[in-house]
């Protein structure tokens, strides 16, 4: 009977293990043969993105120009979601999406001169409020400096460039980002905020240490509040210009140390993506260099239900054909940065390249190397200009050697470069360190149209305008200005503040003249230099200029950063802003070597003169006898023997 029931229960046993191993292998089977099924639906994917990129190579310029200004249509979008590849995975819905986006550019121009125009642009959009009192604690991709700077200040938007050179316009034609040379700073305030004026003193403290700059140096004497000029450029126009403020450090210098804060901004720093080409050494060896970063409000949805905060830093950078390249017309990135791409950032959603080739449709100019199929349009300054684009985020685009370093090589050096329709000049008239006069020059290049521009001067408070002395003249005769704002100085308070309006005849040059008088300031008021001169800040002139192509102003659709930037209010201009040369201005500086004269005189004086009459004063005179000789000596010594007293 034992042995019976042991045997019953080998066969429990048994039985038991052949059904488990079943399911297990049943079950593996089943995941095997999944994968097996994703794997060969994958490579049929694959294979037939292949085939339609072989025998349709324009399917990509039509992705290309969905970025154009026409909108498309539901139908366009249906077929565009028919033909795109199913994705592999599907979010749950469940899964919160983040609220902050990050996307770089990097835009290479070739110019004319021989020289390269390369424009970094980073922007970082997150969904949240600053301005409501609300406190963000947590920081994803948004710098948290800059945060708690708008929260604490009640910031609605922010602009701020570090500038160093001058932008040629009539060699380059017109920036991406414009920016006056030295610092510039406007900001725009809520309208909670009670005292604009130490919020405003306060916060340039506090971007002064930020950044790593003079902005501390900004005061009353050197801050406007602009009436027309510097509207915001974020959702809500707030006309109110109370809470607008506006200064410029025209002698402000750029250096490293203002441009490794402006990196530790970003979500990668310098360690991964299109920043990695930051270099200081190459950066500032070059023609033209500025770096800026803008704060706004922005639309998330096309309703604009919802609000953003847009982080957008720019920078942009020339360099010169014979300082950076040698005198040879070839450029690479390697060339110009001494680095070259190896990665995108991985927190950026996008990263791209995009380099102009609207002058070089056939490559007769210049070529590109290594080429790609991959091609753009976008509407930039009034212009539809065509780029090569070179996607990061795409592992082919580095290839085999995992680096990417574009080159450009010229082949020929003739075309004709798009002269800009507006520009200005300025400059310092006169003779004497009493009396001068200010011209600003405003040129219309357009051959037909005639438009409207908007002039801002900020002049310091020691040159004393002479306002009954303004004119205006385009083309030999009187221009008068539509809109006139002036404010008058106060010594050692505030600058002058002349706004205007001024309609410029098409093909002219508008001159504005107006004289002055230079101030004698205080001993303690001069420079350290003070026969170098005193700056004047640039002119601003901003105006809606005519244009063939219209300018986008949807911000929800994709398009290069770089063309999305400023708004646009009627569809055949768009809008511009140029500033002008600083200005250069010596003030009566009095011998400051006399004072070291007088010391010195002084000091001598008192040397010989007192030190001789102390000296006989204290001194103490005594009569001193001679010693006496050898033989008086020694009959003195004989007669202390004998007794008799000394000789």
């Not at 429990?12 to 191993?21: M, R, V």
Request: glycine share 4%.
């Amino acid at each position: 009977m034992a042995a019976h029931r042991c045997s019953r229960s080998a066969l429990l046993l048994i039985l038991c293990g052949l059904t488990l191993f079943t399911a297990a292998d049943s079950q593996e089977t089943t995941v095997n043969g999944g994968h097996h099924a994703s794997a060969v639906e994958n490579q049929q994917t694959a294979t037939e993105t292949a085939e339609q990129t072989t025998e349709q190579p324009a399917v990509e310029e039509r992705r290309w120009e969905a970025t154009e200004v026409e909108e498309a249509t539901p139908d366009d979008a249906a077929a565009d979601k028919q033909d795109s590849p199913v994705p592999e995975t599907v979010v749950p819905s469940s899964v919160p999406q983040p609220k902050d986006d990050f996307q770089e550019e990097l835009v290479i121009r070739p110019l004319h001169s021989g020289d390269i125009y390369a424009s970094f642009q980073f922007r970082t959009v997150w969904e949240t409020d600053f301005s409501r009192g609300n406190k963000v604690s947590h920081y994803r991709l948004f710098p948290k400096s800059l945060g708690q700077v708008i929260s604490k200040f009640s910031v609605r938007e922010l602009h701020i460039s570090f500038t160093q050179g001058y932008w040629r316009t009539m060699q380059w034609g017109q920036p991406f980002q414009p920016a006056p040379p030295g610092a510039e700073l406007w900001v725009w305030f809520q309208d909670s905020v009670t005292d604009v004026d130490s919020t405003w003193k306060e916060l340039t403290n506090v971007l002064s240490g930020i950044f790593c700059a003079s902005l501390n140096f900004i005061d009353s004497t050197n801050t406007v509040q602009p009436s027309a000029s510097f509207k915001p450029l974020g959702i809500g126009n707030v006309t109110d210009h109370r809470f607008l403020r506006y200064a410029t450090l025209p002698r402000e210098i750029v250096c490293t140390e203002n441009l490794t804060p402006w990196k530790k901004l970003l979500p990668c720093g310098s360690k991964a993506g299109l920043a990695v080409l930051l270099k200081s050494e190459k950066l500032f060896h070059s023609s033209f260099h500025s770096q800026a970063v803008h704060i706004r409000p922005v639309c998330q949805d096309w309703e604009c239900k919802t609000t953003s905060w847009e982080l957008r830093q720019t920078l942009n950078v020339v360099f010169d054909l014979h300082t950076s390249a040698q005198g040879k017309r070839e450029w690479s990135l390697f060339k110009m940065f001494s680095r070259t791409l190896t990665e995108a950032c991985p927190l950026a959603s996008s990263s791209k390249i995009y380099i102009d080739i609207t002058d070089n449709p056939e490559g007769e100019q210049f070529e590109v190397s290594p080429a790609t199929p991959l091609l753009s349009q976008a509407s930039v300054l009034g212009d539809r200009r065509t780029f090569s684009v070179y996607d990061l985020t795409q592992q082919i685009t580095f290839g085999t050697v995992r680096s990417l370093n574009l080159l450009i090589r010229w082949k020929s050096s003739e075309g004709d470069m798009l002269r800009p329709l507006l520009h200005g000049e300025r400059y310092v008239a006169g003779y004497g360190l009493q009396t001068g006069e200010i011209h600003t020059l405003m040129y219309n290049y357009h051959p037909y149209r005639s438009f409207p521009v908007l002039l801002l001067d900020s002049v310091p408070w020691y040159l004393r305008l002479y306002i009954h002395t303004l004119t205006v003249t385009s083309k030999g005769k009187d221009n008068k200005p539509s809109y006139i704002h002036y404010q008058p100085s106060k010594d050692r308070v505030r600058p002058h503040l002349l706004e205007m309006l001024v309609q410029l005849p098409p093909n002219s040059v508008t001159e504005v003249t107006v004289q002055f008088e230079r101030a004698l300031l205080k001993w303690t008021e001069y420079t350290p230099d003070p026969n170098h001169g005193f700056y004047v800040g640039s002119s601003v002139i901003s105006s809606l200029v005519p244009s063939v192509v219209a300018m986008d102003t949807n911000s929800t659709r994709e398009r290069p950063l770089f063309s999305s930037f400023f708004p646009c209010k009627e569809e055949s201009s768009y809008f511009v802003r140029v500033y002008t040369e600083p200005l250069l201005v010596n003030l009566p500086t009095p011998d400051f070597s006399m004072p070291y004269n007088v010391i010195c005189l002084t000091c001598t004086v008192v040397a010989v003169g007192y030190g001789s009459l102390y000296n006989l004063l204290t001194r103490s005179f005594q009569i001193e006898e001679p010693n006496p000789g050898l033989a008086k000596r020694i009959a003195n010594v004989i007669r202390k023997m004998r007794g008799v007293p000394p000789l």
